[in-house]
């Protein structure tokens, strides 16, 4: 079932349209991966669905029900990229201010800041002034302080971004954990291989417009193709360049491209053989979602 | 390094135009301000001094001596005033005793002069005796005393002295014998003219005449506030506020300091709302349920709140250390200083949302602050700077707070009489409200 939908959503400020026609689906409990390069449109698609821009055409819906500019999404929880908290509360104090903020009073409010210290793993650091707290658990909190409404539809805008390896993992089980219960996650993220890894479906925008979307196989299919390559590395340099085969760094590393895996690769280690050679390592890598983006938003820079 | 050290500080000086303002503008407009405040520049009109005269007396000499003071380029005589006070009907009444003190209390004149029943027998006297002149004072401006007494020895020998004349003949005949006939005769000619002598000075410019005054006036200066002045006429000061008058200059200076530290309080408070802008949290609270107005209202309420305990605690403290006497006027306190702290929360929030970086609104609110702080009262009494600066500290509206408190504390006014301070807060009140609110749009959807 589809519960956020957007429809050829457009926007421009001045001359710049950052939004020129955008259209995506969520699906519910689905984790969709938003990307693009910098200035790309994501933002302020973002910042449209929590009703902080208006659109100048296009429309919104949430759970099949169209919204207005100016109304209240109490079903959608924003995650900021930015530790947007109160750095001399408290974890607790913090979860309780925009508890509040979201409409949670009293008992809920409680066991709703109850529930996000458990989940987030602050229970025992509750009551220190956040400024204290590492980078990991600020976005933790961060994380929290947007769903402690339970909304069904989270906008999660670079929730990972300057945090260790396991606090990512960490960040990446809670949200599993939202998953579990049927929420819906949209994600922007800078990070290709989380998205790779964790996220079902893929959109990418670019010059406001979505350019792929799909699940990685489809946009890898749609794309770079499936074609995988081959890398050997030789236990010694061979004495004439290897038919078929391109050398990379240092004259033992040579890579083909694979399309048949059995076969390709059977024909690869044979040719080696015949240079009176021996193969060292030997790795065969799939397209990539990186490979993807740069083959549809190109190597230029975005400043 | 020295010289790369230094070209970095050159060139961050010169990009950073609050480092600027604050370096070179903020200084020479408070050198602008205090050179106007206490030096000749924007004193269009010569400061006169508001005189409130009961001539009890009703005699040609005290007529006469009204007069002179009326000649008089630098006071104005005031001996009527409308039944019931400036906000009373028009219908004008001679001012008595009971009213000039009234107008004294109420701040509408800083000084009464008394011409008390047996003035022709007090004045030119050279043994110091009989009923003195009496200034009914406002402690509040220590000046005006010494300036008018001066002034009323000037007024007193250049208008009138034939009645010296008369006295020193009477002197002299008291110790050597009575004039012969034809001295007498010499007197009683020469004396309608020195009289009509007198009468022309009196409309003539204040110069060679005012000659002799000016020595008397400095004599008169130099006698403490509630000592009789020594001199030709004999003036006795009354402070009509007399017992407040220690306590009353703590409390204004308690008011006056409270509310410039105050201003920058809210200034810092409103401040937040840069920070959370730059933080995201702003954009993020905005994302839920509340809305700008409720965030401003909620910042403003509580500034208000911090507000008030920071004038409370001032007040307490002077109370306890400097003996203020707050506890005889808590109503009138309560009453200016919910006013005042809601009026300058308003202000800051109005500060905060007409900037966009906090460095801008550091550099702003410092010299808005200060300028502010030394138009409206705060750094120095509005009532001792000149007419022109005291109806400029008006467009502030620190100046209006700081007068409901001199009402209140020095002037023992009713609650009643804080209107026009009370709504003039209001006014700011609304308008810093209204235009903040205005200026908050930009952070509202985009």
């Not at chain 1, 959503?9 to 519910?28: D, I, W, Y």
């Not at chain 1, 409010?109 to 658990?137: D, Y």
């Not at chain 2, 630098?74 to 008595?96: E, F, N, Q, Y």
């Not at chain 2, 208000?304 to 007040?315: A, E, P």
């Amino acid at each position: 079932m589809t519960v956020l939908r957007v429809q050829d959503a457009k926007r421009s400020f001045g001359t710049t349209q950052a939004l020129a026609g955008v259209s995506l689906e969520l699906g519910e409990g689905e984790l969709l991966g938003l990307l693009g390069p910098n200035g790309a449109g994501k933002t302020t698609l973002v910042r449209a669905l929590a009703g902080r821009v208006r659109l100048d055409g296009g429309t919104i819906e949430l759970f099949g029900r169209r919204l207005s500019p100016t109304e209240a999404r109490d079903g959608l929880g924003v995650v900021p990229q930015e530790i947007a908290l109160y750095p001399l509360l408290t974890a607790r104090e913090n979860l309780e201010a925009f508890g509040s903020f979201n409409g949670l009073r009293g008992a809920a409010l409680r066991e709703r800041v109850g529930w996000a210290l458990e989940w987030t793993g602050l229970a025992e650091r509750a009551r220190e002034p956040i400024r204290r707290f590492s980078g990991g658990m600020k976005r933790r909190l961060n994380i929290a302080c947007g769903v402690l409404h339970e909304p069904r539809v989270i906008l999660l805008d670079e929730p990972t971004v300057g945090v260790d390896p396991q606090s990512r993992e960490r960040i990446y089980e809670m949200l599993d954990r939202l998953r579990e219960r049927g929420v819906s996650l949209l994600l922007t993220t800078h990070q290709l291989d989380e998205a790779e890894a964790r996220c079902e479906r893929i959109v990418i925008v670019d010059h406001g417009r979505v350019i792929a979307a799909g699940t990685l196989d489809e946009l890898v299919r749609d794309t770079v193709g499936e074609r995988r390559t081959a890398t050997v590395r030789l236990d010694r340099a061979p004495d004439a360049p290897l038919e078929g085969m391109t050398a990379g760094d240092g004259a033992t590393l040579w890579s083909a491209p694979v399309r048949d895996v059995d076969a390709d690769v059977a024909a690869l280690l044979a040719r080696v053989a015949a240079a009176g050679r021996s193969v060292v390592d030997l790795e065969l890598r799939r397209p990539s979602l990186q490979s993807v983006f740069l083959h549809l938003t190109g190597r230029e820079l975005r400043e | 390094m020295i010289g790369t050290l230094l070209r970095i500080h050159s060139t961050n000086l010169r990009r950073d135009r609050v480092a600027q303002l604050l370096t070179f503008v903020v200084p020479m407009a408070f050198f602008t301000i205090f050179a106007l405040v206490f030096g000749g520049r924007g004193r269009d009109v010569t400061p006169r001094v508001h005189l409130a005269v009961v001539d009890e007396s009703r005699t040609p000499t005290s007529a006469r001596l009204v007069q002179a003071l009326r000649a008089e380029k630098s006071l104005v005589v005031l001996t009527r005033m409308r039944r019931g006070g400036p906000a009373g009907d028009t219908t004008l009444v001679p001012i008595d005793r009971a009213r000039a003190g009234q107008l004294v209390r109420d701040g509408e004149a800083p000084l009464a002069l008394v011409l008390p029943a047996g003035l022709d027998t007090s004045l030119a006297r050279f043994d110091g005796g009989g009923t003195p002149l009496q200034l009914l004072s406002d402690p509040s401006d220590p000046i005006a005393p010494q300036v008018v007494g001066g002034l009323l020895q000037k007024v007193v020998m250049t208008a009138m002295p034939d009645l010296f004349m008369q006295r020193g003949i009477g002197e002299f005949e008291r110790y050597t014998g009575p004039l012969t006939p034809q001295q007498r005769r010499g007197v009683d000619q020469w004396l309608p003219r020195l009289r009509s002598q007198a009468a022309r000075d009196a409309t003539a410019p204040f110069g060679a005449a005012a000659a002799p005054g000016a020595g008397a006036a400095r004599t008169s200066a130099d006698s403490s506030g509630n000592a009789a002045f020594s001199g030709l006429a004999k003036v006795e000061v009354v402070p009509v506020l007399g017992r407040k008058q220690d306590t009353g200059m703590i409390s204004f200076y308690a008011a006056a300091i409270a509310v410039m530290f105050l201003l920058f309080t809210a200034s810092a408070v409103a401040g937040t709302l840069l920070d959370e802008v730059d933080s995201g949290t702003l954009e993020r609270v905005l994302s839920s349920r509340v809305g700008m107005t409720g965030l401003l209202a909620g910042k403003w309420t509580w500034m208000t709140l911090l507000g008030v305990l920071q004038i409370v605690v001032m007040f307490v403290y002077g109370m306890l250390v400097f003996r203020l006497d707050l506890l005889h006027h808590l109503p009138g306190f309560a009453v200016m200083t919910v006013f005042t702290a809601a009026t300058t929360a308003a202000f800051g929030l109005f500060l905060a949302s007409l900037c966009r970086t906090r460095a801008q609104l550091g550099g702003i609110s410092t010299l808005v602050i200060l300028v502010m702080s030394a138009l409206g009262g705060s750094m120095f009494p509005r009532f001792l700077m000149t007419p022109v600066m005291q109806r400029a500290g008006l467009v502030t509206f620190n100046a209006w707070a700081l007068d409901g408190y001199v009402k209140v504390f020095w002037r023992e006014a009713p609650l009643g009489a804080l209107l026009p301070q009370l709504g003039m807060l209001v006014g700011f009140l609304v308008l810093f409200l209204a235009l903040a609110r205005l200026f908050a749009r930009r952070w509202e959807r985009a």
